[in-house]
Each structure stands twice: as C-alpha cells, then as structure tokens.
C-alpha cells in the first residue's frame, strides 16, 4: 500500500493579496528598525513565514498593516537580541520602540501619500496617465517616448515634468485637506 501523500495546504488567495501588498511597506518599516540593511531581507522573509503560519489568527475586519507590523518588530527585536547575544553587546529594547513608533509614523505618512497619489492619479487626462505607465511601470525611455509619440525628447520631458508637479501640488492639497 503506497503511502498517503498529504495535500499541501490550499491557497488562502486573499492573505496572499493582502500580504503581497504590506511588502513595500514591511520592507520600509524593517529598514527603519534595523541598523544593518543587509539584514532587512532575512527578517523580511522570517516574518512572512509568522505571518503564513499565524494567518489564520487575523481578523479580516481589522486593518492588516498594523497586524503585519507588529510581527515584523518583533522579528525585528529577535534578530537584534541574536545579533547583539553574538557579539557581546547589550540591547536596550526600548530604543527600538522609539525608532518602531517613528518607523510607524513614516509607514502612515507613505500610505496617506500613496492614497493621495491614487486619487491624483485618477483625475488626470488619460493620456497623462499614459504617459507616466509608460515612462515608470513600462521603464520607457524618453527618448523612445518622444519617438513614439512623435515629439522631441525636451517636450516628453517638459510634460512629464509637469505631471509631476501638478500631481505633487494635488497631493500637497489632499493632504493638507483641502480640495484635490
């Protein structure tokens, strides 16, 4: 008799959302709390695997970044206990939890902007819009931009260059609460 193969576990597609969207901001926040940058990706990747094991514990009806966070400081402090642990140093956690409130800070200043940004975004003519997917998600050339579109290359990036700016000064005012 052949042995039971065990199934791996399926797929739970909406964890798998919601935690392949924290990523940029889990990376943020880890690289605020730890000194040495190249151990970002190894406490990046130890806390995805708690926050896969631990997802069943989420509470769908909370906001997930918080939740994701906090494992990532504590997987955080646990990589600075074992750092500090092998190199005779002592470790003052709450020096972490002031630069963990600051690093939380600048996680919700980067969402407000990037919620900002997306409604900017939005209110753009759509060939603005083109124009940016294509020179940032698409990495076009200006160059190779002006040529497709025909124009010189100092007028792609005149007009990129005010896309910009009139989306920083929509930003500026959605942030400030004013009108976008």
């Known amino acids: 008799m052949a042995p039971e193969s065990k199934s791996p576990e399926p797929i739970d597609e909406a964890f798998v959302l919601l935690l392949s969207e924290v990523q940029p901001v889990l990376r943020g926040y880890l690289n605020n709390l730890l000194p ?3 151990d970002v990706d190894d406490v990046l990747q130890e ?31 646990n990589h600075l ?6 190199k ?6 709450e020096v972490l939890d ?6 939380e800070k600048q996680v919700d200043s980067f ?21 940016l997917d294509d020179r940032y998600r698409g990495n076009a050339g200006v160059a190779r931009m002006a040529e497709v579109a025909g124009k010189s290359v100092d007028a792609v990036s005149m007009t990129l260059f005010r896309i910009r700016k009139t989306l920083r000064e929509c930003i500026e005012r959605s942030l400030a609460g004013g009108e976008s």
């Open 36 to 38: 040495v940058k190249s």
């Open 47 to 77: 806390t995805n695997l708690v926050l896969w094991k631990k997802r069943a514990d989420y509470d769908s009806r909370s906001p997930f970044r918080p939740w994701a966070c906090r494992f990532a400081y504590f997987q955080a402090l």
């Open 111 to 131: 969402e407000k902007r990037t919620i900002a940004l997306q409604g900017c975004m939005e209110k753009l003519p759509s060939n603005h819009r083109g124009l």
């Open 81 to 86: 206990k074992k750092m500090t642990r092998k």
């Open 88 to 93: 005779d140093r002592t470790f003052d956690p």
């Open 98 to 103: 002031a630069i963990a409130g600051e690093a």
